[in-house]
Nanobody
Framework: QVQLVESGGGLVQPGGSLRLSCSAS????????VGWFRQAPGKEREFVAG????????IYADSVKGRFTISRDKAKNTVYLRMNSLKPEDTAVYYC?????????????????WGQGTQVTVSS
């Protein structure tokens, strides 16, 4: 059973940057894709960015397009989320998930496993 572990969250000022990591362990890691999602207090978990494992195709939520970049290192079984120009509204717990089935990466119900999340707080 593959386990996902997120890291890299923290407190950052508006306009700052962070890089989140999602590392997979515990078995052969060959998902169809990996997605980053976030959940703010009182809100539903929402899609942020996704990447297909084999070809590296990416997709972003409109709210982060141009500010966030998702990438993967297949040798390290790790997916990254580089977040620039952070805003207070980016504050949330960020989760990574992996899905085995081909399909649209923003579809949260089709993910097979999740990490425990990492807190990102954007505040002055």
């Amino acid at each position: 059973q593959v386990q996902l572990v997120e890291s890299g969250g923290g407190l950052v000022q508006p306009g700052g940057s962070l890089r989140l990591s999602c590392s997979a362990s515990g078995g052969t890691f060959t998902p169809y894709g990996v997605g980053w999602f976030r959940q703010a207090p009182g809100k539903e978990r929402e899609f942020v960015a996704g990447i297909t494992w084999t070809f590296g195709s990416t997709i972003y939520a409109d709210s982060v397009k141009g500010r966030f970049t998702i990438s993967r290192d297949k040798a390290k079984n790790t997916v990254y989320l580089r977040m620039n120009s952070l805003k207070p509204e980016d504050t949330a717990v960020y989760y990574c998930g992996e899905r085995q089935k081909a399909g649209r990466l923003p579809m949260i119900d089709e993910y097979d496993s999740w990490g425990q999340g990492t807190q990102v707080t954007v505040s002055s």
